[in-house]
């Protein structure tokens, strides 16, 4: 079989140098990704392009030579198939509606159909990625999904999602419960494709107090992996729990996630001393750091490399890349990963 290295440090094993990929490396801070956003429309209509999304999953590659491609996609296509109308605003970001704090699951409509075209960008991919690179592909994970679809956007505390969880955990249960069963359906769909991996976001799990981490962010993720392992035994997931803190171990023990991504505010050292052992982790420099370049870069890069000496390592951002992000900034990166410690 061909060599893959992000894939096999997803699988457990160790490689110096580590592989690297970085969260939104397909978008907007990439010259030729703004020339074919002004060429083909809005973000919606590249995601459903096969054409687009493809060929905006293999600039980075072509620019950087990453170890690990990510579809280019988003984690709205979920809700969009269990039927809410789904549009993004300039400058404002994705509309949902009907809201569900106020329109009932059981009025939405679903159409499943527009995970298809998602499944042509990975095929379409797939047969132009280089062998030796990882294909990933992703979801949000119920509970961020479910804040987006309860408030119809966006939000920092995540309020409306929350409230209707205390309020009404029922009917809260059942909006994760539709997610998961349609995650479970996209997922399967993008493995079957041909990605090599996945990785499930929960950008928001960082404003839920202990008790409702358990058991909207760690309970529903966990039933998730169990039934797309039993599905697909050998891909491996990564979970990425941004802003769990404290929480990440637990995480880690009762989600069966076969690798943890970690955010920028994550000691790596704790993350070393205190998740499994062996578990693979991902990340977590600071996407401000990579903004500011330089010695600062230098410095992050190679503390975060020291802090895990024998554990499987691929780096990454701590989140997504920024819009501002220098080119040259990039290659420094690459460059400062690709010789050895």
């Not at 140098?17 to 973000?43: C, N, S």
């Not at 809410?84 to 949902?96: C, D, I, M, S």
């Not at 679903?110 to 030796?132: D, F, G, H, M, N």
């Not at 494709?193 to 996945?198: E, L, Q, S, T």
Request: hydrophobic share 45%.
């Amino acid at each position: 079989m061909t060599d893959k290295p992000l894939l096999a440090v997803l699988r457990g094993e160790r490689r110096d140098p580590p592989p690297v990929w970085l969260m939104r490396q397909a978008g907007r801070y990439l010259p030729e990704y703004r020339d074919l956003r002004a060429r083909t429309g809005g973000f919606l209509d590249m995601a459903y392009s096969p054409e687009a999304a493809a060929e905006i999953t293999l600039q980075p590659l072509r620019r950087y030579g990453f170890d690990g491609a990510i579809l280019f996609s988003d984690i709205l296509i979920v809700p969009h198939a269990i039927g809410q109308h789904l549009k993004f605003v300039a400058g404002e970001g994705p509309r949902l509606s009907p809201r569900l704090v106020e329109a009932t699951l059981e009025g939405l409509q679903p159409v499943l159909e527009r995970l298809e075209p998602i499944y042509a960008t990975v095929r379409r991919v797939k047969a132009e990625l280089s062998p030796q690179t990882t294909f990933l592909g992703f979801a949000g994970s119920p509970w961020t999904v479910a804040t987006y679809m309860v408030a119809g956007q966006g939000s920092r505390e995540q309020s409306e999602a929350r409230r209707l969880a205390y309020a009404d955990p029922a009917r809260f249960q059942a909006i994760i419960a539709r997610i998961e069963e349609v995650t479970l359906t996209y997922l399967s769909g993008q493995i079957a494709a041909g990605v090599d991996a996945v990785q499930l976001f929960d950008s928001w799990s960082g404003s839920l107090a202990p008790a409702e981490f358990d058991r909207w962010v760690i309970a529903p993720t966990a039933r998730l992996v169990t039934a797309l392992k039993a599905r697909h035994p050998d891909t491996p997931i990564i979970g990425f729990p941004k802003g769990a803190g404290g929480k990440l171990a637990a995480y880690a023990q009762r989600t069966g996630v076969d690798a943890i991504g970690l955010d920028e505010t994550v000691d790596p050292a704790w993350a070393d001393a205190s998740l499994p052992l062996s578990l693979p982790v991902q990340g977590n420099l600071d996407p401000l750091v990579l903004i500011a370049g330089g010695e600062r870069l230098t410095e992050a890069v190679d503390r975060i490399r020291r802090a895990f000496p024998t554990r499987p390592h691929i780096f990454n951002l701590g989140h997504g890349i920024q819009q501002d992000t220098p080119l040259a900034h990039v290659e420094q990166l690459v460059a400062l990963l690709r010789a050895p410690l």
